[in-house]
Each structure stands twice: as structure tokens, then as C-alpha cells.
């Protein structure tokens, strides 16, 4: 059983890095954290291990436990290894966790907590066959997904390898509604139209059929989500593994912008939209025209051709939007298909540091960052903490106020991307080809905004990062939104106790009253709202966040 692991100098998943004093982007909801769950779906080759790829942003090592749930799965797996800022750490697992070509019910799922923050990607690795996912905290997590994925159309358009995975976080029902047309085969039933599985804690159910696009996923309880294809053709004889882990419906958004990778401007790359509501009604804007398309289904989509001037789509209701790039050659080498899913342009930040997957057996071997920005900040764009060349070439996405670039041939090892200026919004997609090799992946994922009242319940899957008491954030600065409250107390208790007296108390700034009696303390209250706004310098005041 292979369960060791190496340290490598390679940083693969975005963390948002601590903020210069300037914002509270640590507040916000993404994919940071301490406690993640996750599976790894079907892959039609095998031979090679699985593989976590793990960082932090943290100033100290992190430890970091990996395991699976010791009484009920068939691999016992409990590992501790220690998470550096300076490096990735890889984790290879054995074989044996990855689902089967069938739909199943299984303990192959994987507990990974640290004791501080942490960013997770997990690697289905094969030769000339790899993809890798961003993997979500628990935080983070909901009961209700919408799935995206592809019919292969190569060599056989019925091919069955289009795959669902989810793991319970506690017991409950899970609903799965399938779309017309679509057929599962579980325990000898062929299930239409949609199917009621009980699942235990830690338990996996993998669905298999021919395309899981459209797939809505409701439970009782909370679940980690993910789609794609165990080995999907699109256009050339080559193929590849395509697995993403899904963002909870409520995290999805009502805007999306896609962009045109230039490495790929004569090669096709389309766009696949699904509805997560009944009567969602769509724009899509290249910038030149504008078309409307009206999704009648819940977990109805609507492909088009990427522009090479990208698009801009608007909808009434949350939509799921995925970039996929068909097989092409690159540099007289197969590159395969490959899917991303698309961003927000209200859910950026302003710093990423990321690395390209380098991975064991691999033939990737070319690695190009696609940079998007928004046009006001194109100057204070900085790549490994260098400005950007003022002579780069930049396209409009669309009619929107981002501009993109590309970064070709970066190295493999350890990248940022930032802005001097921490209300900038700018985003990444990191992709890579070689013989028979492509995968893309975002640098980073925004999740939403912190809830609008503290969980005061601190249950055993909720990540420790937003769940301790309080915790100091930041000296000498205040959020520029006005607080909800303020007085003056006769201690810093005082004041801990006052904020924990208010379920709207999210932040709280507390200064030594100098101006009055000695020992009293001025407390201020703030709300959710002020944890994802600037912040402006105040000296003497200090800046605790609130978890529960």
C-alpha cells in the first residue's frame, strides 16, 4: 500500500495570502481551510497512485492528518505530515481508493484536517490521462448540487463513463433527479427519472451513465460534490480524465465571464451553462451581439462556441458555467480535452499564489497562465511580485471591464499573482499540455460571502479555521464600513462578552481608552458586511474576527 509522501517545490492551489492590513479577503468564504472530505471518482486507466497535493500560506509548518474512516473502509490510511508556505507537499495513495467503472456505494472516501489553514488539490494521476481538482473546506458545503460533464463522442457516442460522486457529512437521504433520457444501474435496477439513496457518515455514492450534465443533488444532509468523465473524447483521437470537485448551488452566481485562452484562439474550446432553477432566462454578450436563451429545467444547459473575443453572461437566477477545451495538437503533441469551471466577476480577489501540477510519470510539459484583470488595475498587476510588461498584449473579454492576457511557458514551482491594490479583482486559469496531456484548473475559488449570523453550534465537520471563539486579526486598522455598535467597557472581556452577546457581531475592534478613566476599553461592533470590505489605518485599535 503506497501512503508516504515527499516535499516538493511546487505550490499547486491558490491560498488567499494574509492581507497587507488593507482587507479582510481571509474573511471571505473560499477554498481555505482546516477540515476537507473528498473521493476520487472513475478513471478508465490505472497503474499510478493517487495523489493530494497540499500548502498554507501559514508563516509556521502546519500539521496536517490524512485519513480514512478506520472502521468502515477497506484501506486503512492515517498518515501525519507537516505543510509548508515554502513548498507543496505530495501524498500518494494507493489505487484502491479510486471508484469503479460502476455505480456504487462504498467507504472510499478520505478525512484530511490540519491544525491551521491549508489549500487541498486532489490529482487522479495516469499516464497521458490526469486531471486534478480544487478541493473544497467542509465549511463551505451544502446540500444541493447541480452536476456538469460531457457524452464522449469517441469511439462510441453511448460510452458510459460520465461520473457523479458525493460523501455524506453526517446519515441522510440523498435525491438524486435525473434528467430525461438518462438511466442509472445500481444493484441490478435501472432507476429513470430520479433515485432516493440512504447514506452513512463518511459513505461515497458514484454514479455512472453516459452524461451526468444536468444531474440536481438534494440531501437532508450536507455533501462534497463532484462531477466529470472517467476518460472523454472530443474531437481527436486522443482522450482524457475530466473530475472537478462542484460548488454548492448557493455559492453559484447570476454573472459569468468567460475568456479565450490565445494558445487556443484556432482551436475549439465551447461553453456549457446549466440552470439550477425552473424559467432561467440568459444573455450572453461576445461584445459584438447580444443573444437571449431562455432555460425552461431545472438542470437544463446550453452549449455554444467560446468567441475569441470571450462572453459575458447574465442570467435571473444562478447558473453553473464550465470551459471546456477539446483535443487539440500543440507543438505536434496531443493535447486532450480538458474542463474548467468559469468565475464570477463579483468573487475575485486581489492576491493568489498557485503553482502548475507537476506531477509523478507525467508528460505535461508546457505550463501558460491566462490572467484576467479588471481594466482600472492593468498597471498594478504584478506576476511573482514583478510588474507585468507595459508592453503585453491585452483583449477585451466581451463588453465587461476585464481585459486578459497569457503568460506563456512558466516554470513549474511556486507563482503569484497579485495587485498592489487589495480592492483589485483579478483571476487565473493555469493550464498545461504535453503528449497526450492537458489539464486547466482556476487558481483559486470564491465561495460567498460569510453568513449573515454566527453558527453558534460547533459540530464535529465544521472547519476549526471559522469555528474557534475570537481571533486577532489585524493592529492600527478598522473596517471603513460603519459598525453597528459601540461603547465603552471595563475590559477587554468586557468587551469579548458584548460581542458574543450579539448574533450580528462578526467583527470587533477594541482600543485602551486613553481619553477617559484608566482601564476602560472602547468596543466596536461590526457586522458580516464590514469582513469583506477595505480597511483604513486607525491607529491603537485592534481588529478580532468572531467564529461562533
Known amino acids: 500500500m503506497l501512503n508516504f ?45 493517487l495523489q493530494l497535493h497540499l500548502t498554507t500560506s501559514q508563516p509556521v509548518p502546519v500539521i496536517v492528518r490524512i485519513r480514512t474512516p478506520q472502521a468502515l473502509s477497506e484501506e486503512h490510511i492515517d498518515l501525519l505530515v507537516q505543510v509548508y508556505n515554502s513548498n507543496v507537499t505530495i501524498v500518494l495513495l494507493p489505487e484502491t481508493l479510486r471508484s469503479s467503472s460502476e455505480s ?54 453511448a460510452f458510459i463513463g460520465s461520473t457523479v460522486g458525493v460523501v455524506a457529512l453526517e446519515f441522510g437521504m440523498v435525491s438524486i433527479y435525473l434528467p430525461d433520457g438518462i438511466t442509472v444501474l445500481f444493484d441490478n435496477i435501472t432507476y429513470t427519472a430520479k433515485m432516493h439513496i440512504t447514506l452513512n457518515k463518511y459513505e461515497v455514492f458514484h454514479l455512472v451513465t453516459t452524461d451526468v450534465t444536468g444531474i440536481i443533488i438534494k440531501a437532508n444532509i450536507n455533501l ?53 432553477s425552473i424559467a432561467t432566462n440568459i444573455n450572453i454578450s461576445d461584445g459584438v451581439s447580444t443573444s437571449a436563451v431562455v432555460l425552461e429545467g431545472k ?25 471546456i477545451s ?25 492576491q493568489y499564489t498557485f503553482g502548475v501540477p507537476a506531477t509523478f510519470d507525467s508528460n505535461l510539459d508546457k505550463y501558460n497562465l491566462l490572467i484576467v484583470v479588471e481594466a482600472i488595475y492593468l498597471e498594478h498587476v504584478q506576476f511573482d511580485g514583478v510588474y507585468l510588461d507595459p508592453h503585453v498584449s491585452w483583449n477585451n473579454v466581451a463588453d465587461s471591464e476585464f481585459l486578459t492576457t497569457e503568460i506563456e511557458d512558466i516554470t513549474a514551482g511556486r507563482h503569484t499573482l497579485s495587485s498592489d491594490q487589495p480592492w483589485a479583482r483579478l483571476a487565473g486559469v493555469v493550464h498545461g499540455f504535453g503528449g497526450g496531456e492537458h489539464f486547466q484548473t482556476a487558481i483559486g475559488r470564491y465561495l460567498g460571502e460569510p453568513r449573515g449570523q454566527i453558527n453558534t453550534t460547533k ?14 486579526r489585524y493592529k492600527d486598522y478598522l473596517p471603513s464600513e460603519a459598525p453597528f455598535y459601540n461603547t465603552t467597557s471595563e475590559s477587554l472581556l468586557m468587551c469579548f462578552t458584548l460581542c ?49
Open 500 to 548: 458574543l452577546d450579539y448574533s450580528a457581531c462578526y467583527l470587533l475592534a477594541t482600543r485602551p481608552d486613553t481619553d477617559d478613566v484608566i482601564g476602560q476599553v472602547i468596543c466596536v461592533l461590526y457586522t458580516t458586511v464590514a469582513a469583506s470590505g477595505h480597511l483604513q489605518s486607525e491607529p491603537g485599535y485592534t481588529l478580532y474576527r468572531r467564529f461562533a
Open 299 to 323: 438542470g437544463s444547459y446550453y452549449d455554444f462556441d467560446l468567441p475569441s473575443t470571450g462572453a459575458l453572461l447574465t442570467a435571473n437566477q444562478s447558473i453553473l458555467v464550465a470551459q
Open 5 to 49: 509522501s515527499f516535499s516538493f517545490q511546487v505550490v499547486i492551489l491558490m491560498v488567499i495570502c494574509p492581507v497587507r492590513g488593507l482587507y479582510m479577503l481571509e474573511d471571505r468564504l473560499d477554498n481555505a481551510g482546516t477540515d476537507f472530505v473528498l473521493m476520487f471518482m472513475h478513471q478508465k486507466k490505472a497503474g499510478l497512485p
Open 104 to 157: 456504487e456505494r462504498t467507504y472510499k472516501s478520505l478525512l484530511v484536517t490540519s491544525d491551521d489553514v491549508i489549500v487541498l488539490f486532489a490529482t487522479s494521476l495516469q499516464h497521458k490521462s490526469t486531471d486534478s481538482t480544487l478541493v473544497y473546506p467542509t465549511d463551505v458545503l451544502s446540500n444541493e448540487y447541480v452536476a456538469v460533464s460531457m457524452l464522449s463522442d469517441k469511439p462510441n457516442p
Open 224 to 276: 462534497a460534490a463532484f462531477s466529470g468523465h472517467s476518460f472523454i473524447k472530443l474531437g481527436d483521437p486522443s482522450g482524457d480524465h475530466m473530475e472537478v470537485m462542484l460548488p454548492p448551488i448557493q455559492s453559484l452566481g447570476r454573472q459569468y465571464m468567460v475568456a479565450k485562452k490565445p494558445s487556443y484562439q484556432y482551436t475549439p474550446e465551447f461553453i456549457r451553462v446549466v440552470s439550477t
Open 459 to 472: 459540530e464535529e465537520n465544521v472547519d476549526v479555521y471559522r469555528q474557534s471563539i475570537l481571533s486577532l
Open 326 to 350: 477539446r483535443s487539440r495538437c500543440i507543438d505536434g503533441t496531443n493535447g486532450d480535452p480538458s474542463m474548467s469551471l468559469a468565475f464570477s466577476p463579483e468573487f475575485l480577489s486581489s
